[in-house]
């Protein structure tokens, strides 16, 4: 069909295309003439020849040629393009007869008459029908011209007879008077000017209408030849040239025809002036001329308008295909994505909540993908009205418009199952929820039952009817049949669907068992007793001794046995005998009525946790798609204000991160849970690393404030909240991740509350830790944020470990004495921030403003390389002061926490930093002593270098595993260091014996490192301790006649140090001399003698070594590099 429609549309194109031929041929192939009036205007101009438009008897048309004296001067050239073209301008019917020609010579000679007519007679290009010449009207000239036409007359013959006239009366005879000029005593009204114009306006017409037709007929076949594009852009430019070119062509054909009405205006004049005035004959063959033009060019127009209506309509109609095939493809992909994502809608629902959501979700995919579906019904109802239009392309819009309603029925179908199923899965759901709800009040019912009144024999009665009344409800609220469930709800009944019905259904058995069995107990009850029962209440510790199972496991054992007693399986009562006392039943239904309830109330957190997370992910995803996406939404774009613009990332921060692991992840995992919420616990531990997400939003979220409170009135706002019908602002939802990751350590301690015995307890206990951890983490980087001032990387200094505010006194040796005396005095309040590299030192500074721009920030002052750092755990007179030294007391900060337990907490925090950094030391100390054994030998001598001496010492204690610190190892007193040379004992000889008394606190392994003589002997010696007082920390027991024995706590005083890690030592207890290692002293602090080194407090091997090396300096030739390999 569309190709016969097609077929009939060129066929009236082409038909129409012939007419439109065929006229401007017509026009094309008239009016030929070989000259025109303005190509030979001067010439005509000198009217020595004119064509008056006077006619003869037979109508013959009159030449005339009038008196010109230089006729003879006239160049052949111009006289014979005269000639032609007045032979030319009268029809071919009267120039056909033949012309007549009127030559007046009546002021002229013989000579030049005879010169005159046989010049005429020679050139005259056309039939001549009669030649009439007016002779010399003087007497001489007159006789002359007599003689000499008689003498001469054969040369005169011509075709035509010529007649000499002496006068105009004798002319009159020939021609009438009306026919002949004023000149000639006619009547006959010629103006030759005008004449002129005429023939060169009605020349110029003829041209002009013969262009138009040619431009019309080029045109046409253009537009006959023009093929059809394939897409709606190239169909649309065309369309839009031919236009263009249309309407060029109609106005040239406009002008073209005001040019011919003038024209003909012009020649109708002198009837306007006169109505009785009458046209000779050349006019009235210049009005026809005009006439005829006009009717040509106007039935040329009609025809190309009809033309081009056929080729607009094709073109039209091609446009209207091509973009119904465009929309027809976009909408196809969109029904097509929307197909395919439809598929992905499998799940029916895992509860109650969740089958909610699920349709809710449903309902928003349908919301959005209406839009599609209606541009495809839009589109199918184009189609039919092209089809009803008479569309050529018939053929081909009406199968994709049956393909569009076909995609949206199945659409429509397909929306239609998918929310079935979901509602069937909603019902089914609704059926557990109400089972499972009537299973936990009777389990409640049961635990609020109190043991003491149901002792007695009324208790007993109306605990008796209570349950009576309960089970009464058991009708409308429980699973009556299960095949009957697995029957009417068999479409959406997947595995796990599957496994939970038969957990509820077991459930509901096993919930009807144990009232079954309280019914048992108390109709035994309630029978008359002769001796009163005394109530036994449960001993507390026989829920600590095992914990509770999940209530899965707690369900199958209920399946498996027959009696309540089997129910708990808890410690004692796997014991009891198989007859029991009426007592021994009581208890026992109590502790399990007990963990009921505990269970009950474990659900009940875990209920909240599941419905609050639910709500929570909802709340993110309406921001995010109310708000977050609307800021790319072209059409809000006039609503956002510029300072608003490209900071979208700045007002939400990573919320879209936090929304996907939610959605996507930790709401799923948590519906896993709903069975056995005391394992929840292992939900979080095992998402621990992704709850990191909020440490960055939480770090954004004063740069969003401070955004939101410059653009809070912002219209897009005020539009996005209008929609999203939300009560509340989009400031409270910004801060919904803050308030959730501190929402869920609230339901972790209740759930923990109520799980103490179970199987997830210390899986729970972890997830707290860990969720205050991450809190606690937040807390630390907001405050690290606000540092300002800082000129290196705070990454660099490792993880951020403790952070807090302090007063601080400096006491350093170097500086003036009035400073030093004015720093000791008066505190300065600094913000710590304890990392694992270093301490830095700031000065809070509190903000004008409101929210998060109140918060402070922390001007940077100073830091402390961990590596060079000492402290001293305890200051006499406060137990809130300790102090943090560097560079063997050259600087000493003594600090001054809010509370004891804050200090505690900030010295054990350093006290691991320093361990960890001795350990790195010690092991590298090893690593190189091991590489140095094994590729030089170790010569036995006392003239050893102390590295080596170190290295062997410390490989002989790693290997003997016994005590490190033993002088057995070292050999005999042989082998004893001798006292050294002078100028080689002390590591610093600008200290005193006495002065070191007044060091308190001195790091050992700083003066070893930072040493002159350790730099010379380039290498990590022994311990070189200066001179002064010292505790023992190990005991020592004698091991050679030069060794020294001492116990643990003993004061001794260094004399002078040896090789091999020795020191020379007087024990102050005894008075006894002797050897000891050098790791088993501590530093004895001199003026505060209630102060403690960082070692002091430790014991072992591992504390002795604290206690040498509780900072290292930078100076050593051993580097923290090398110590970190």
């Known amino acids: 069909m569309t190709l016969n429609l097609l077929s009939l549309l060129y066929k009236d194109i082409a038909e129409l295309w012939l007419f439109l031929k065929r006229s401007t041929d017509e026009i094309m192939h008239q009016d030929i003439v070989p000259l025109c009036a303005a190509d030979i205007q001067d010439q005509l101009k000198k009217r020595f020849a004119y064509l008056s438009g006077g006619r003869g008897k037979d109508g013959c048309p009159v030449i005339t040629f009038p008196d010109y004296p230089t006729f003879s001067d006239i160049p052949d050239k111009e006289f014979q393009n005269v000639m032609t073209y007045l032979t030319s301008v009268p029809s071919l019917q009267d120039a056909g007869i033949g012309f007549i020609l009127v030559i007046d010579r009546r002021q002229d000679k013989w000579t030049s008459v005879k010169a005159s007519v046989l010049r005429i007679a020679a050139s005259f290009p056309a039939n001549l029908q009669l030649v009439l010449v007016l002779r010399p009207t003087g007497f001489f000239q007159r006789t002359l011209s007599d003689i000499a036409f008689r003498f001469n007359r054969d040369d005169f013959k011509m075709k035509v007879p010529i007649i000499m006239l002496s006068s105009v009366p004798e002319l009159h005879g020939y021609i009438d008077k009306s026919q002949l000029t004023e000149d000639l005593g006619g009547t006959l009204d010629y103006c030759h000017t005008r004449w002129l114009c005429h023939r060169t306006a009605i020349e110029s017409f003829a041209l002009m209408v013969k262009q138009t037709a040619q431009m019309l007929q080029s045109f046409g076949t253009e537009l006959a030849e023009t093929e059809l594009p394939n897409d709606a852009q190239s169909t649309s430019l065309v369309l839009s040239a031919h236009t263009e070119k249309k309407d060029k062509m109609k106005e040239d054909m406009k002008l073209a025809l005001q040019e011919g009405h003038s024209i003909l205006e012009s020649i109708r004049e002198p009837l306007a002036r006169n109505p009785e005035y009458s046209l000779n004959q050349d006019q009235l063959d210049n009005q026809t001329t005009v006439q005829r033009l006009l009717a040509q060019l106007s039935e040329t127009e009609a025809a190309f308008d009809e033309f081009w209506a056929k080729h607009q309509q094709k073109l039209e109609q091609c446009l209207q295909l091509r973009h119904f095939e465009q929309n027809f493809r976009e909408v196809k992909v969109a029904l097509d994505g929307v197909s395919q994502k439809i598929s992905t809608f499998t799940d029916v629902g895992n509860s109650l909540a969740h089958v909610k959501h699920l349709l809710k979700d449903l309902a ?221 039943q009581v208890r026992s239904g109590s502790t399990g009525d007990e963990e009921e309830s505990l269970a009950i109330l474990r659900r009940h957190v875990m209920n909240e946790l599941l419905e609050t997370e639910r709500a929570y992910v909802e709340e993110l995803l309406c921001v995010l798609e109310g708000y977050a996406a609307e800021m790319d939404n072209p059409l809000m774009m006039h609503l956002i204000s510029t300072s608003l613009q490209n900071k979208k990332d700045v007002l939400f921060g990573n919320m879209e991160e936090i929304y996907h692991f939610h959605n996507r992840i930790f709401l799923r995992e948590l519906e896993n849970y709903i069975d056995c919420p005391e394992l929840v616990g292992r939900c979080f531990l095992g998402r621990m690393e992704e709850f990191q997400v909020y440490e960055k939003y939480c770090q954004n979220k004063p740069r969003s404030e401070s955004l939101w409170r410059q653009c809070s009135d912002c219209p897009f706002f005020q539009e996005c909240q209008k929609k999203l019908d939300h009560k509340l602002s989009l400031d409270s939802y910004l801060l919904k991740p803050v308030q959730r990751i501190t929402k869920y350590q609230l339901l972790l301690k209740e759930m923990l509350k109520y799980s103490k015995n179970c199987e997830g307890a210390e899986d729970l206990q972890e997830a707290l830790s860990s969720i205050l951890g991450i809190l606690k983490a937040v807390n630390d980087s907001m405050h690290l944020i606000a540092i300002t001032g800082y000129d290196g990387n705070l990454s660099d200094l490792g993880k951020l470990l403790m952070q807090g505010s302090f007063s601080v006194w400096t006491d350093h040796k170097k500086g003036h004495s009035k400073v030093k005396d004015l720093a000791r005095f008066k505190p300065m309040q600094r913000h710590l921030f304890l990392h694992e590299k270093a301490v830095l030192f700031c000065k809070k500074r509190e903000e004008n403003g409101e929210g998060y721009e109140k918060a402070p920030s922390y001007s940077y002052k100073q830091s402390l390389s961990m590596a060079a750092v000492g402290i001293t755990e305890n200051v006499k007179g406060d137990n809130k002061k300790f102090e943090i030294w560097y560079n063997a007391r050259e600087e000493v900060y003594i600090i001054q926490a809010p509370t004891p337990e804050i200090k505690a907490a900030w010295v054990n925090e350093i006290r691991k930093v320093l361990t960890s950094q001795l350990q790195a030391f010690r092991e590298a100390s090893q690593h190189r002593a091991l590489e140095q054994s094994q590729s030089l030998p170790l010569p036995v001598s006392s003239h050893t270098s102390p590295s080596r001496g170190n290295t062997k010492a410390v490989r002989k204690l790693e290997e003997r595993k016994t005590d490190p610190l033993s002088l057995e190892g070292y050999g005999s007193s042989a082998s004893l260091p001798k006292p050294p040379e002078k100028g080689k004992g002390w590591s610093k000889t600008s200290h005193s014996l006495e002065a070191s008394e007044d060091n308190d606190g001195w790091s050992s392994a700083e003066e070893l490192i930072n040493s002159s003589d350790a730099e010379e002997e380039g290498g990590a010696g022994p311990r070189k301790l200066v001179p002064g007082k010292y505790t023992v920390v190990v005991d020592q027991e004698k091991g050679g006649p030069d060794a020294l024995s001492a116990k643990s706590g003993d004061t001794v005083e260094v004399i002078h140090e040896g090789d091999e890690g020795l020191w020379y030592v007087r024990n102050l207890s005894t008075g006894q001399e002797g050897w000891v290692p050098a790791g088993s002293l501590s530093t004895l602090i001199g003026k505060s003698k209630s102060a403690q080194c960082l070692s002091s407090s430790e014991s072992g091997t591992g504390s002795a070594l604290l206690s040498n090396s509780s900072s290292c300096s930078e100076s050593c030739n051993t580097t923290f590099s090398d110590l970190k390999g």
Not at 380 to 401: M, T
Request: aromatic share 6%; charged share 30%; glycine share 4%.
């Open 364 to 584: 928003n995919f349908e919301e959005k993908s209406n839009v599609s579906v209606e541009k495809a019904r839009a589109l199918s109802l184009e189609g039919s009205q092209l089809i009803e239009n008479k569309h050529y392309a018939v053929d081909s819009i009406h199968p994709k418009c049956n393909e569009l309603q076909h995609l949206c029925d199945r659409f429509a179908a397909e929306i239609g199952k998918r929310r079935n199923l979901l509602n069937k899965s909603l019902e089914l759901h609704g059926v557990l929820e109400t089972s499972m709800k009537w299973c936990d009040e009777g389990i409640y019912l049961l635990a609020s039952q109190p043991v003491d009144k149901c002792q007695s024999q009324d208790g007993a009665e109306a605990a008796l009817q209570e349950i009576e009344k309960f089970l009464e409800t058991s009708a409308e609220n429980k699973i009556q049949e299960l095949n009957k469930i697995y029957k009417e709800y068999e479409s959406i009944l997947n595995q796990d669907l599957m496994e939970h019905v038969q957990k509820v259904f077991q459930k509901q058995e096993s919930t009807e068992e144990m009232f079954h069995r309280r019914q048992v107990s108390l109709k035994k009850l309630a029978a008359k007793q002769t001796r009163p029962v005394q109530p036994v209440a449960p001993r507390p510790e026989v829920f600590t001794k095992s914990p509770c199972p999940s209530p899965g496991i707690r369900r199958g054992s209920e399946n498996s046995s027959s009696s309540e007693g089997n129910v708990l399986r808890r410690g004692s009562y796997r014991r009891a005998k198989s007859e029991m006392s009426e007592n021994q």
